[in-house]
Structure formats: structure tokens, C-alpha cells
């Protein structure tokens, strides 16, 4: 018996590095193209829950006969989203906010098999050091911030701002690998 096929419902090309470092390929990337915005009063785990669930799903509808992955990550210090930053000066302004100061990032996982769609959200906590002006502006010039919650990318320049981290690194960086390679197991899918 064939395995089904295994789309990616993102076109994140940390997502699929960081699949491919457990063996996974996926036999199709299809982009969910949903709305992130958060729901009045959602706070950061559920906002990342949902989202990865809205995505698994919407691909899913593209390909019922697919075991469907999908992740989001959200940014939070304290109740406040720190969403992907729209300019340099919004980037500018989170790395003020995160700089010296602890913040939590939550990655949602979800995988759709036929019409059950399991999820996992993932909380690690990460701890800035404190950032200088020069330090905050070589990095938005960077350019390192687009496109990433929080505005900032762990595993680029930023991984030298994290004076600590409990959980899972590859959450921050926008797939927890434990929890995805399970959830993929218990919908039947195997590398």
C-alpha cells in the first residue's frame, strides 16, 4: 500500500529545511492563502492554533486525498502580538520592545488527513539581550525581519540576541519537529 501524498501548506523555505533534517520531503508545497488577522480577544496560542488549522484545512479542501501540514508562528510579549513587521520603522520599533526583555513564541501545527485534522501549539520562551541603537539598526538593515513574526529570524543574525530559550528552537523557527513528526505519524503518514 502507497502512502498518501504529503503537501506542505506553506511556502516556507525554513519549514521545508527544517523537514527535510527528519527525512521529510513533501510531494507538493501548496500555499494556504487565508486571513491572519487576529480575532478580538485571541490570545497568542490560539490565534497560532487556529491559523495552522485554517491553513491545514483550506489546502485539504485543494486535496482530500493528501495528509495536509500546515504551521503558523506568533509572536506575543505578554498579551500583544507582534506580528510580521509591515516596514523597517515597525521592525525597528519590535526590536526596541523585545530588546532586554522575554518574550514567548507559539507555533501552531496541524495536519488534515481525510476530515480529521489533529493540532499541537507549541510555547517557548525566549530572552533578548539588551539591543543598542547600532545593533537594532544593522539588523532591520539586514533585512533579516521580512516576512518573520516578531521581526526578527533566530536562525540568522538575530540567534545573537538570545541570551536564553526553553522549548524548542525549531518552533521559533517556525516548525517544532517532535510535535510535526508526530502528528504526521498518527495520521498514518511515514517518511
Given at each position: 500500500?502507497?502512502?498518501?501524498?504529503?503537501?506542505?501548506?506553506?511556502?516556507?523555505?525554513?519549514?521545508?529545511?527544517?523537514?527535510?533534517?527528519?527525512?521529510?520531503?513533501?510531494d507538493r508545497v501548496d500555499p494556504a492563502?487565508?486571513?491572519?488577522?487576529?480575532?478580538?480577544?485571541?490570545?497568542?496560542?490560539?490565534?497560532?492554533?487556529?491559523?495552522?488549522?485554517?491553513?491545514?484545512?483550506?489546502?485539504?479542501?485543494?486535496?482530500?486525498?493528501?495528509?495536509?501540514?500546515?504551521?503558523?508562528?506568533?509572536?506575543?510579549?505578554?498579551?500583544?502580538?507582534?506580528?510580521?513587521?509591515?516596514?523597517?520603522?515597525?521592525?525597528?520599533?519590535?526590536?526596541?520592545?523585545?530588546?532586554?526583555?522575554?518574550?514567548?513564541?507559539?507555533?501552531?501545527?496541524?495536519?488534515?488527513?481525510?476530515?480529521?485534522?489533529?493540532?499541537r501549539v507549541v510555547d517557548t520562551r525566549?530572552?533578548?539581550?539588551?539591543?543598542?541603537?547600532?545593533?537594532?539598526?544593522?539588523?532591520?538593515?539586514?533585512?533579516?525581519?521580512?516576512?518573520?513574526?516578531?521581526?526578527?529570524?533566530?536562525?540568522?543574525?538575530?540567534?545573537?540576541?538570545?541570551?536564553?530559550?526553553?522549548?524548542?528552537?525549531?518552533?521559533?523557527?517556525g516548525l517544532p519537529l517532535f510535535e510535526?513528526?508526530?502528528?504526521?505519524?498518527?495520521?498514518?503518514?511515514?517518511?
Amino acid at each position: 500500500m502507497s502512502r498518501p501524498e504529503l503537501v506542505l501548506a506553506s511556502a516556507s523555505p525554513r519549514r521545508i529545511e527544517l523537514l527535510a533534517l527528519v527525512g521529510i520531503t513533501p510531494d507538493r508545497v501548496d500555499p494556504a492563502d487565508i486571513d491572519e488577522t487576529s480575532m478580538k480577544d485571541e490570545t497568542p496560542s490560539r490565534l497560532a492554533a487556529r491559523l495552522a488549522v485554517t491553513k491545514a484545512e483550506a489546502v485539504a479542501a485543494r486535496s482530500p486525498d493528501a495528509v495536509v501540514l500546515a504551521a503558523d508562528t506568533v509572536v506575543a510579549v505578554g498579551r500583544r502580538l507582534l506580528e510580521k513587521p509591515a516596514d523597517e520603522v515597525e521592525a525597528t520599533r519590535f526590536l526596541k520592545l523585545l530588546s532586554g526583555r522575554n518574550h514567548r513564541v507559539f507555533t501552531g501545527v496541524a495536519v488534515t488527513a481525510g476530515v480529521r485534522t489533529t493540532r499541537r501549539v507549541v510555547d517557548t520562551r525566549v530572552s533578548f539581550k539588551v539591543l543598542s541603537d547600532l545593533e537594532i539598526a544593522a539588523y532591520v538593515a539586514s533585512g533579516e525581519w521580512r516576512g518573520k513574526a516578531g521581526g526578527y529570524g533566530i536562525q540568522g543574525r538575530a540567534g545573537a540576541f538570545v541570551t536564553r530559550l526553553v522549548g524548542s528552537y525549531p518552533a521559533v523557527m517556525g516548525l517544532p519537529l517532535f510535535e510535526t513528526v508526530n502528528l504526521l505519524n498518527g495520521a498514518g503518514w511515514r517518511p
